[in-house]
């Protein structure tokens, strides 16, 4: 049991919640009176935060911020111009996109800042997050609305607790969001087979891709699946234009799978939104933060 649950002989009130087949093992904190200290505040407060992210979901808000509206308004702002150039520096256009840059999508928008900086191994350059960290903290000092700052920070957070509660549960997970300077994000939600399920045959691991994109108005969502040399493939696509264009690009997909090694032995799209993934982050009122790494 965590030091931090009490010590011998305290009576405990805990609650488990589920994430996505893992379990979060929380103690409840019940007021004891009005005059409750500073502390239990504060841990309230923290608490209600991480509540909100356990319900987060998607990527709507970033997909708002990262927005040509929403950027050319910030902008116009010359009092966040420092931030706003910074981040521009750090987000390429869709023709530009490397096997590099997406490694370092995945360093600079959050998923390993604090675990850098428990270890006190500090940041080399300011990151992605930390650029539209700074953004909300000059909009909320200009007085400006900071709903959607927020709410993606939020977000790329509620990414960071899933990748984690994954680890803890002994799974190979990592979730985040790649940004462009000329379209919409893109999420992407990597995970596999626990090492106890799978033989000391690495090849043989099963690896899950999960994808959430914008094409034109149309939220699309994709599910890869690849073990050893072998992949399926899964498309929800809500348009019917789109869709009419996946359906004719099998033989053109098999080519290119093909020409990694990979072959392609299902391909199924599907008209209509995919039903969000259930996070398995369910708060009740008292949950805590605390990831039970013993389950």
């Known amino acids: 049991m965590p030091a931090t649950f009490g010590s011998a002989g305290d009576l405990l009130s805990l609650k488990v919640a589920l994430s996505g087949g893992f379990f979060i093992l929380s103690k409840t904190i019940k007021g004891t009176s009005v005059s409750n200290s500073v502390g239990e505040r504060v841990e309230s407060e923290s608490q209600r935060r991480f509540r909100r992210l356990l319900s987060s979901g998607g990527i709507h808000f970033n997909q708002r911020f990262f927005g040509q509206d929403f950027q050319g308004s910030l902008r116009r702002l010359e009092q966040v111009s420092r931030p706003v150039q910074m981040?521009?520096?750090?987000?390429?256009?869709?023709?530009?996109?490397?096997?590099?840059?997406?490694?370092?999508?995945?360093?600079?928008?959050?998923?390993?800042?604090?675990?850098?900086?428990a270890k006190n191994n500090l940041p080399k350059s300011s990151s992605i997050k930390s650029a539209m960290i700074e953004i909300g903290k000059l909009l909320r000092a200009l007085g400006k609305n900071t709903s959607i700052v927020a709410g993606a920070i939020d977000e790329l957070e509620a990414f960071q607790l899933d990748t984690l509660a994954a680890n803890n549960n002994?799974?190979?997970?990592?979730?985040?969001?790649?940004?462009?300077?000329?379209?919409?994000?893109?999420?992407?939600r990597i995970s596999g087979e626990s090492t106890s399920e799978v033989s000391e045959d690495q090849e043989r691991?099963?690896?899950?891709?999960?994808?959430?994109?914008?094409?034109?108005?149309?939220?699309?969502?994709?599910?890869?699946?690849?073990?050893?040399?072998?992949?399926?493939l899964s498309c929800w696509i809500p348009d019917h234009k789109l869709y009419d264009n996946f359906k004719d690009r099998e033989q053109e997909l098999k080519a290119q799978l093909r020409s990694f090694g990979v072959e392609l032995t299902s391909y199924t799209v599907i008209m209509g939104n995919k039903?969000?993934?259930?996070?398995?982050?369910?708060?009740?009122?008292?949950?805590?933060?605390?990831?039970?790494?013993?389950?």
């Open 87 to 117: 981040l521009e520096s750090q987000i390429k256009p869709v023709a530009q996109v490397t096997g590099q840059y997406i490694k370092r999508s995945l360093n600079e928008t959050g998923l390993f800042t604090e675990a850098l900086l």
């Open 170 to 188: 002994r799974q190979a997970a990592i979730n985040w969001l790649v940004p462009f300077s000329d379209a919409p994000p893109v999420h992407v």
């Open 205 to 232: 691991r099963e690896w899950t891709v999960e994808l959430e994109v914008r094409l034109g108005q149309a939220s699309c969502c994709f599910l890869l699946i690849q073990k050893s040399h072998e992949a399926s």
């Open 275 to 295: 039903a969000k993934r259930n996070n398995g982050l369910v708060a009740g009122e008292s949950s805590g933060s605390l990831m039970d790494q013993s389950v």
